[in-house]
Structure formats: C-alpha cells, structure tokens
C-alpha cells in the first residue's frame, strides 16, 4: 500500500496512517507513505516511529529536484522512472484523503501501466462538499475523479452518517461504498476504578482551529464550575492558528491558573499522559483513544457556540458523532460535569465500563483487514482525461483568491451544513 499525503503533524489522520503501518507491519505487509513536504515540516517523533512501520519518501526520492516546484507541482513535475520502479512493486494500492494527492497516485499508477487501485477516505465530513458548484475548476476535477471516475467500492466511509450526507448532498446511491469505522486503538487491558482525587482534571487534545469550538466555551465553563465552588482543571494539548487567541481569552477570564495551554502532546506519550486525566472533551480520534483508555469522553461537537454536547462517547459513538444538526438531544457540557464530579464510585465505575465496551469496531486489526479488501478493485480502463497544467493553474489562482477574499467557499465552508 502507498500513502500520499502532505506532512505528518500530530494529528487524526496522521496517527491513523501510522497506525496502520503498525499494523500492516505486524502481518507482514509492506507499506509506503509519500509526504509531499519536507522532513522538518513534520512532528520528529511521529515520523520517526512511522519509519520504523513503513517506507517514508519524500518528493525528492520520486520527482526530479526543481526545488519548491518539485513539492508544490507534483502533477507536473518529471517522475525518476527507475525509482518509481521500485517503489510501485510491492504497492497494490494508492490511499489518499486528498483529490490532489489521489490525483497524483493515479498519474504515478498510469505511468508504469500498472493501473494500481486509487482508494480516497473521507476523513472530514465535508471534505468533498463544500463550495458546491461554486469551486475552482482543479476541486471540479478532483470531484469529478472521485465520484463520476473511480469505483463507488473505493471510496471510503468512516460512518454510516457521513455516507448519507454525501447521498443527499450528490444526490448519488453510493450503494457499493465502503462504510467501515477508523481504526484507532489497540484493545487494552484497563483497570476500572471510580475513584478520583481533586482537581478534577479536564483534557483536550487536538488542533487549536475555528471548528473545535469546545476549547472556547470550555473557558466559560471552568469560570461558571470554579464560581460554584468545584475544584476543575483544564489541560489542552495541541497547536494551531488559535492558540495566542485562546490564550487571551483564559488571560481574560482570569483563569490561567486553571487553564493551561500544554503546547502539542507526543503521540508516543498519549496513553501514559492521558491516563492522569479523568474526564476527556473532544473528537476526531482522540476521542476513541481516550475511551479506549476508559477515560469518560464528552463529545465536544464542531461549530457549537454554546456549550453543548450529544452526551458521552459512549452513548453516541454508533453516529457521526463530531457532526453539527445530528437528530440528537444536546445537553448542557457544564450540567454533564457537575452530575460527573458527584457521581458515587459505582456510578463512575459503569461510566469507564460502557467507554471501554463500546470502542471493538474502532480497532485497528479490523480497519486493517477492511483496507486490505480494497486492493481486489478493479481501476476503469478508459483513462481520465484532463489538463494538468490548467488544473495547476487553477490551484495557484484559487490560493491567490483565498488571500484577498474572506467569503471564499473555502474559508465559509462549514455555512449551510449546520442541519443535515
């Protein structure tokens, strides 16, 4: 299997590819994984533990060096064929999350005649929907290669929810689609214990960006819990473009001594660290992990203002459980810590119990063996055909568009997906 993708940051999709490496590794199986970046561009430790799994190449390793071209055109770029050789021979199939980088797996594929199967994963749920018609012409043909082009069985859902959105919104069947959760965790032998000692030590793990709202309101709430009297502490991990702005708000609140900023968490150190907290507020795949580890994980739902939520992981992980509009009740994030702190030990005890009995089919063992199935499809015959350097040109003109206009699809991407 070959991965492309663009850096490996600490991250959801990141860790995920590193996990199955892990585990592809474990069978036996070989992998690869392409970053279109430079090696400083990602985390040190997990791009070193993902070496030990798989084959990292950079651009360098497969394009001709023309310096910054050779990462930021690689549809264009000149491939060294001997090198795409050996890379390409033991590759039965090309995964990406991105229609670029899918894009660029099915030029390497076509080039050696090997028409290798090109597998996308959906990774966000509106990855390939926002903008609608209303994108550049390069997201046109991304589109147009993943749903008109590839086969519906190499496209990959993560949840039933996520499927049925793209049904509504492209109003296609997408019947033989795949639907598999993300493998996230191994199973683990956890202790369950409901005791705690004070503080109550809230976590957050993940990217400081605009759609992880709880990172803002939980400010709120430590504010409205300490004013009640309860001795809370609220720990975020993560970087990102936020992070001077969350910052000031904690400043504001006059709440820096309960809220702290712990910059990016080593992957490597997730469970040990994690394992100290006792309530977890997120989504993506931290969560999964943090259940994985028994920690009572409250969903914190992208793009809600209010502090809100759908409830535990546990009483919701069967649904896209991250997503705005889901026909579900939302409850107060504030009242769902409050009944936490004056549970009794049982009570707790069944909390950790139902985290830890609902997180089998995120295991990696049976993500791994859905992904593997994958490599048996068939690519079309007849080529896709477009124009690489209009589609590049496109790609330069829709950055320069994305700098001077604030209402680009992009950057209003999440409007009009409130209720789905």
């Not at 050779?70 to 264009?76: S, Y």
């Not at 992880?212 to 609220?234: A, E, R, S």
């Amino acid at each position: 299997m070959l991965f492309i993708y663009g850096a490996l940051p600490v991250g959801g999709i990141e860790t995920f590819f590193m996990r199955m490496a892990k585990e592809r590794h474990r069978l036996g199986l070989h992998t690869t994984i392409l970053l279109l970046s430079l090696p400083h561009e990602s985390n040190p430790e997990l791009l070193n533990e993902m070496k030990k799994y798989a084959n990292v190449l950079f651009p360098d390793d497969i394009f001709l060096n023309l310096g910054k071209f050779t990462r930021r055109l690689p549809l264009l770029v000149p491939v060294k064929k001997r090198a795409l050789e050996r890379i390409l021979e033991n590759v039965d199939q090309i995964h990406a999350s991105d229609g670029m980088h899918a894009l660029v797996g099915y030029r390497l594929s076509n080039m050696l005649n090997k028409n290798i199967i090109v597998t996308v994963g959906f990774y966000h749920y509106i990855k390939f929907l926002w903008g609608g018609d209303d994108v550049a012409w390069h997201e046109k043909v991304n589109r147009k290669f993943i749903f008109d082009f590839l086969p519906e069985k190499s496209l990959l859902f993560f949840s039933e929810g996520n499927r049925q959105l793209y049904i509504k919104h492209k109003r296609k069947k997408l019947t033989d689609a795949n639907t598999f959760r993300l493998g996230v965790i191994d199973k683990k032998d956890i202790k369950v214990s409901g005791e705690v000692n004070l503080p109550i030590k809230i976590v957050a793990i993940g990217r400081l960006v605009d759609f992880k709202t709880y990172n803002f309101y939980m400010i709120k709430v430590l504010k409205n819990l300490k004013t009640k009297g309860f001795n809370v502490q609220f720990d975020i991990y993560g970087d990102g473009p936020l992070k001077a702005q969350i910052a000031d708000e904690i400043n504001k609140a006059g709440l820096s001594e309960s809220i702290h900023l712990k910059g990016t968490l080593d992957y490597l150190k997730f469970d040990e660290t994690v394992s100290n907290y006792n309530l977890f507020i997120g989504s993506g795949t931290a969560i999964i992990q943090a259940a994985a580890l028994g920690l009572p994980s409250i969903v914190g739902v992208e793009n809600v203002i209010e502090a809100e939520t759908y409830g535990y992981f546990s009483d919701v992980n069967q649904y896209e459980y991250n997503l705005k509009g889901l026909d579900l009740e939302m409850i107060s994030v504030e009242t769902i810590i409050e009944d936490y702190i004056n549970m009794n030990t049982q009570q707790r005890k069944t909390l950790i119990s139902s985290h830890l009995e609902c997180i089998d089919s995120f295991t990696n063992e049976s993500c791994q063996k859905s992904m593997d199935e994958l490599k048996y499809i068939t690519m079309p015959a007849k080529k896709l055909k477009y124009n690489r350097w209009i589609y590049e040109f496109s790609r330069i003109l829709d950055r320069v568009s994305m700098r001077f206009n604030k209402r680009h699809p992009y950057l209003t991407r999440f409007e009009g997906f409130e209720k789905n």
